[in-house]
């Protein structure tokens, strides 16, 4: 496999598993609502209505991923959304381990960095618009 063709392939795979992992999140959401994330934003005096943004960075975000159309663009829906997360859900748990010892946020870490690394990378050969 020449050089250029195991780059896309890597892409194409990262931005697959990143897309399908966050959209089963967004799944939940469609069928759950986003109740939680309205009393999260709520409490840190913030418009309820931001939580409607969850569905473009668990929905939108993942499937612009999955199809590679304006791939960037879904990576950065994630990004943001995974920044949301990270300050209503998980702020306190940034500079702690788990009980395996690794870090309680590395989930929520990959998938924002992940996100980030294919905003710089875009999606590669296999997209259907390579941007």
Not at 28 to 44: P, Y
Not at 49 to 63: D, I, N, Q, S, T
Not at 79 to 101: E, R, V
Request: glycine share 16%; proline share 2%.
């Amino acid at each position: 496999m020449n050089d250029a063709r195991a780059d896309d392939t890597g892409k194409l795979v990262i931005r697959s598993i990143l897309g399908i992992t966050v959209l089963l999140h967004g799944i939940a959401k469609l069928t759950g609502g986003v109740g939680g994330i309205e009393g999260m934003l709520e409490g840190m005096g913030l418009p309820a209505a931001l939580a409607w943004g969850a569905y473009l960075g668990e929905v939108v975000g993942p499937v612009l991923l999955l199809a590679g159309f304006y791939a960037r663009i879904g990576a950065a829906l994630i990004a943001i959304n995974m920044l949301f997360a990270l300050a209503l859900a998980h702020l306190s748990q940034i500079a702690m381990l788990n009980d395996q010892g690794g870090w309680a946020i590395e989930l929520q870490a990959m998938f924002l960095f992940v996100a980030v690394g294919l905003i710089f990378t875009g999606p590669g050969r296999f997209a259907i618009n390579q941007r």
